[in-house]
Each structure stands twice: as C-alpha cells, then as structure tokens.
C-alpha cells in the first residue's frame, strides 16, 4: 500500500503544477485494472476515475501524431474532438473520491509536498546531508 501512495502522490505532487483542475480522470493500462489503485487516484486526486477500453501506450501515441499530423496540415481539431471517439470509458468500474479517504490523503499531499521539498534542497537545506555523514562514518549497505 505505501508503494501505491507514495507513486501516487509522486504523480499529484507533479501534476500539482498545471493550471487545470480534474473532474474525470480516464486511466489506462494495467494500472486501471486495479480498484485499489483507481480509488487511490481518485481519493488523492479529489477527482473521479475511470478506466477507459483498450490499451492505453499504442493508441495514446497514434492520437498524439494525428492531431500533430492534423495541426501541422492546417485543420484546426482539439485534441478532445480527436480522441473522445476512441477513448471510450467503462463506466461500470468507475471511482468516487471517498471523503474519509480524500480528508486523510489532503494531509498526506502536505506532508509528501513538503518531503519532497526537502529532499531536493529547497529552503537552502542540504539534500545530501544525510547521505554524507552515513559516508564519513564508512556505514554501507
């Protein structure tokens, strides 16, 4: 469970960043086969999951080059008009945040947030403190 919430909040704390806030989220892959890693999205994300048919790497790339392909001839094609008829959502595994859960992972989010500010240094804090002094005192693995 803590590797399923630690890539999810990994994946939030990215997505964070964007200006857009999800009301659906369509998973694809191996990953949406799994009601516990769809509710996890889905709590953490405030947002509601589904999976969507068919294999999600293969098609997602041909869609890409097509409205690329779409784009660089001149007609104009939002990447929503392009994909909606080929990314078809089975509703019948759908997942709600639950509000226990979502109150839980908001703590969670801040926690992870600031873990992963520290790790990279922010706030002038040394990242690598740890990893130099388990060094200077010779202790390996």
């Known amino acids: 469970r803590a590797i399923l919430e630690g890539h999810v909040l990994n994946l939030y704390n990215g997505f964070r960043r964007m200006p857009v806030t999800p ?26 999951t589904v999976p969507a048919a068919g294999e999600g790497a293969a098609l997602g790339a041909a869609l890409h080059a097509a409205w690329v392909w779409n784009k660089e001839a001149g007609r104009a094609i939002s990447l929503e008009e392009l994909v909606k008829p080929f990314v078809i959502p089975d509703e019948t595994r759908r997942s709600k945040p639950v509000p226990q859960n979502v109150e839980i992972y908001r703590k969670q989010k ?4 600031a873990l992963v500010s520290r790790i990279l240094g922010a706030g002038g804090k040394d990242p690598f403190l740890l990893r130099d002094a388990v060094l200077r005192f010779g202790i390996t693995n």
């Open 23 to 48: 009301v659906e989220i369509r998973l694809t892959g191996g990953l949406s086969r799994s009601e516990a890693w769809r509710q996890c999205i889905a709590d953490v994300f405030e947002a509601e």
């Open 110 to 113: 801040r926690l992870f947030g």
